[in-house]
T-cell receptor, first 114, second 113 residues
Framework: AQSVTQLGSHVSVSEGALVLLRCNYS??????LFWYVQYPNQGLQLLLK??????LVKGINGFEAEFKKSETSFHLTKPSAHMSDAAEYFC????????????FGTGTRLKVLA | NAGVTQTPKFRVLKTGQSMTLLCAQD?????MYWYRQDPGMGLRLIHY???????AKGEVPDGYNVSRLKKQNFLLGLESAAPSQTSVYFC????????????FGPGTRLTVL
């Protein structure tokens, strides 16, 4: 069965510092991978997705993620954190069964310190 | 396009009461999903639908029923609400033209007393 592990339920960074949110997956076939962001009291919004094209994927708001098959990882990064990045971030992997189901990680809440 | 909408946004129920959550999408998407979000547990799939008239169980289906009578609507029912069903419920949809992302509604916050 597929699974997604997000290391660190809470991450704090200073404004202007590097953001690194970790995601590891387990999958028997090459997966599609996604990062979503959830701002308080809102639904989830897609940040970026990996669908077997380029391994370095650029998303919205300056975020990017690199797919590393050898490490089964899809970590999310941003060079310089902004106060507006404070939110909860979810990594998700697709189910290859054809039902377009996703398996979500448990989320990482990012806090940005002034 | 309104995207994915959910009704209601908030609801408080007493144990044993019933209710229906409505999800509507105007993107002509085939697939629709209901999730619940609980602190520290991410999103868990309750039920999903791969097309009008079809539904299937997800990871945590007990205590819920669903119906997809129209392509644009996906209803989630609680027949006899329990405090363990206190959660935030999200609906999502996805089209089948390429491997696109799931589009999420704004959520329904349900409290069962």
């Amino acid at each position: 069965a597929q699974s997604v592990t997000q290391l660190g339920s809470h991450v704090s960074v200073s404004e202007g510092a590097l953001v690194l949110l970790r995601c590891n997956y387990s999958s028997s076939v090459p997966p599609y991978l996604f990062w979503y962001v959830q701002y308080p009291n809102q639904g989830l919004q897609l940040l970026l997705k990996y669908t077997s094209a380029a391994t370095l994927v650029k998303g919205i708001n300056g975020f990017e993620a690199e797919f590393k098959k050898s490490e089964t990882s899809f970590h999310l990064t941003k060079p310089s954190a902004h106060m507006s990045d404070a939110a909860e971030y979810f990594c998700a992997v697709s189910d290859p069964s054809g039902t377009y189901k996703y398996i979500f990680g448990t989320g990482t809440r990012l806090k940005v310190l002034a | 396009n309104a995207g994915v909408t959910q009704t209601p946004k908030f609801r408080v129920l007493k144990t044993g009461q019933s209710m229906t959550l409505l999800c509507a999408q105007d993107m002509n998407h085939e697939y629709m999903y209901w999730y619940r979000q609980d602190p520290g547990m991410g999103l868990r799939l309750i039920h999903y639908s791969v097309g009008e008239g079809t539904t299937a169980k997800g990871e945590v289906p007990d205590g819920y029923n669903v119906s997809r009578l129209k392509k644009q609507n996906f209803l989630l029912g609680l027949e006899s609400a329990a405090p363990s069903q206190t959660s935030v419920y999200f609906c999502a949809s996805i089209g089948t033209s390429g491997y696109n992302e799931q589009f999420f509604g704004p959520g329904t916050r349900l409290t069962v007393l």
